[in-house]
């Protein structure tokens, strides 16, 4: 099959001619003659083999295949244009100060591995990474305080008030099981929640609107062993045998050494999101670190797709 070669501006014409409804309201669009408007729908029509407009003494008429031709053009035309302002935006080093919230156990992978990116890819940017629950974040977003904002969402934490920002879910949230490398389910992988009963665990407490992380959700009086806030020794009580607990799979890359995790196969279900959220239009730079969050986020969820 031939493969169709045009330039963009007989794709330009096609359209300007579809959407004004003559060769004359397209010439004056475009700022063309007719005849050069006229020639470059001939040039379209020799290049793709169909005849695009039936002629009359009324002017000329679409054809169905001038109309399909056209949807295609919209896309590519609209694709070039992204094109030529990355290419714009790639040649002109983005510059600036980006102020950007997260949670605490956003702020173990997600914020340190999106500050690398950046500092890699615009040297220029400088991100101020300001650690805060999410109730917190979204009084900073509205007030002007932050750029963007990695929020928690999901089972067991509240509903927002959302009003006014845009949210862009990041992929992960899956909830796994961390355990000292001694238990005997670790190695496993995947483990039935029927496994996790009668287990001690150990239990997070923090501030109001952060995740809380301790026994598995769905687990009916679990027993827990200690209450400990910081994440550091949370893990260090796992790691010494005493309990397991619950973490999301966007913390999991930081495990000590003596601490693994494992997946949970548990037909009742239980899922966290995190989000990344906005107040307005964003900036280059500000637009440079969303797009190193994504990646990061899509980079740490990878790893954990079966």
């Not at 330039?7 to 579809?18: D, G, I, K, Q």
């Not at 550091?232 to 930081?254: E, H, I, K, Q």
């Amino acid at each position: 099959m031939q493969t169709l070669d045009v330039h963009p501006s007989l794709l330009r014409a096609l359209l300007a001619v579809l959407e004004t409804g003559t060769v004359t309201g397209a010439s004056e669009r475009l700022g063309f003659t007719q005849s050069a408007v006229s020639k470059q729908i001939a040039a379209l029509e020799d290049a793709t083999g169909v005849q695009l407009f039936h002629r009359g003494s009324r002017g000329a008429a679409p054809t169905a295949a001038a109309h399909r031709l056209a949807a295609r053009a919209v896309v590519v035309l609209d694709q070039l244009d992204t094109a030529s302002r990355e290419l714009r935006d790639a040649a002109a080093p983005v510059s600036g100060r980006v102020a950007l919230g997260g949670f605490t156990t956003a702020a173990m992978v997600l914020g340190p591995r999106t500050l690398a990116r950046v500092a890699l890819d615009h040297p220029a940017v400088a991100v101020d990474f300001q650690i805060a629950s999410t109730p917190v974040q979204l009084r900073r977003l509205r007030a002007g305080r932050l750029d963007l904002a990695l929020l928690a969402g999901g089972e067991g934490l509240p509903d927002w008030d959302l009003t006014g920002l845009d949210l862009e879910p990041l992929p992960g949230g899956e909830l796994l099981v961390a355990l000292s490398r001694r238990h005997h389910l670790a190695g496993q992988g995947r483990v039935p929640v029927s496994a996790l009963a009668g287990e001690g665990w150990v239990v997070g407490h923090g501030a109001r609107g952060e995740p809380q992380f301790g026994a598995w959700p769905t687990l009916p009086a679990p027993r827990v062993v200690a209450e400990v806030a910081d994440w550091g020794a949370r893990l260090g009580f796992v790691a010494a045998g005493l309990g397991l607990t619950t973490l999301p799979s966007l913390a999991a890359d930081v495990l000590p050494a003596d601490v693994t995790a494992v997946r949970v196969d548990d037909p009742a279900g239980h899922h966290r999101s995190t989000s990344l959220a906005r107040a307005g239009t964003l900036g280059g730079a500000a637009a440079a670190v969303r797009a190193a969050v994504i990646a990061e986020a899509e980079a740490i969820a990878e790893r954990w797709r079966t």
